[in-house]
């Protein structure tokens, strides 16, 4: 099971393995604020994509098609094995610091993963 959360919301239980994916630690926040199982900084969208996109609404559908272009790469492929893995064996929380809910990178990322044949 994946699910997402706000780095910025409590801590529960059912979290199970929390898995920060930005590429920056997120604003505010001490290493040691939140319970972060793993920070996979290299899962998340290329420094230059992030840019572009900006968090822009209006780019939301070219962001979703550019970022898993960029998770299809070869170099990606041993990550996402490794987190659908994870997933497989327990629930896995994808942490992110994005305001928008709805349109962010570990939204996209979650649906690369759920459509990963299983191994």
């Known amino acids: 099971m994946i699910k997402l959360k706000r780095v910025y919301e409590p801590v529960k239980r059912g979290d199970g393995r ?3 994916v930005e590429r920056l630690w997120p604003r505010g926040l001490r290493k040691d604020d939140r319970r972060i199982s793993e920070w996979l900084r290299d899962v998340a969208p290329s420094p230059e994509l992030r840019r572009w996109y900006g968090h822009d609404p209006a780019k939301w559908a070219q962001f979703r098609r550019r970022y898993r272009s960029e998770l299809h790469r070869p170099e990606w492929r041993r990550l996402l094995d ?4 994870k997933a497989r064996r327990g629930t896995v929380t994808l942490v992110y610091a994005a305001r928008d809910t709805e349109r962010n990178s ?3 990322l979650r649906e690369t993963l759920a459509d990963m044949p299983p191994p």
């Open 18 to 20: 929390r898995v920060l």
């Open 82 to 85: 490794a987190l659908a893995d």
């Open 106 to 108: 570990a939204v996209v």
